[in-house]
């Protein structure tokens, strides 16, 4: 060490992981915390990447779950959807139930999943989530134009603002 040279420099790979071993030896309590440490570092670092991910498609965990059920229903043709101006009247907000929101991303469509792969008829999906079916205009309306989602491509994640903007709205 006086003459400038690393311990380690000139040994092999035998012989310097023979130096950690007898090192662990000498003091098993911090040789025991430090190989436990070296073990579980790998699924700390798996766990932030994870949440990277998730920062990155724009949604919680909970919610990973949630696009990865509507993926599979949407590739067995069970998955429709329609625009909301098409389901719902217009109609103003009721001030005193429904909070004002300042999410920049503001979604005109509605998802619906069946239980026979058929597009849902007479409004009954819809009537069912909501009382007010009728089209814009106030006019009725027998059928919605539902179109079949192939895939999670065709819906509007509206929590997904990119990876920039999700990842400022964390903090």
């Known amino acids: 060490m006086l003459d400038g040279t690393h311990w380690s420099a000139g040994k092999s790979w035998s012989v310097y992981l023979s130096l950690w071993g007898w090192a662990l030896v000498q003091d098993v309590r911090i040789?025991?915390?430090?190989?436990?440490?070296?073990?579980?570092?790998?699924?700390?670092?798996?766990?932030?990447?994870?949440?990277?991910?998730l920062v990155w498609a724009g949604m919680t965990t909970n919610e990973s779950i949630k696009w990865a059920d509507w993926k599979e229903d949407a590739e067995d043709g069970?998955?429709?959807r329609a625009e909301k101006s098409q389901i719902f009247a217009k109609r103003d907000r009721n001030k005193r139930i429904e909070?004002?929101?300042?999410?920049?991303?503001?979604?005109?469509?509605?998802?619906v999943r069946t239980q026979d792969g058929q597009p849902p008829g007479n409004a009954s999906a819809a009537q069912s989530?909501?009382?007010r079916y009728s089209h814009a205009d106030g006019q009725s309306q027998d059928q919605p134009k539902w179109k079949r989602v192939s895939g999670l491509r065709e819906v509007e994640n509206i929590y997904d603002l990119g990876f920039w903007d999700n990842?400022?709205?964390?903090?």
């Open 78 to 80: 069970l998955v429709f």
């Open 31 to 53: 040789g025991g915390v430090g190989l436990l440490a070296l073990m579980t570092a790998p699924l700390a670092f798996g766990l932030f990447f994870y949440h990277v991910y």
């Open 129 to 131: 989530m909501d009382t």
């Open 167 to 171: 990842l400022k709205d964390i903090f």
């Open 99 to 111: 909070p004002e929101i300042s999410w920049p991303v503001q979604s005109n469509q509605i998802v």
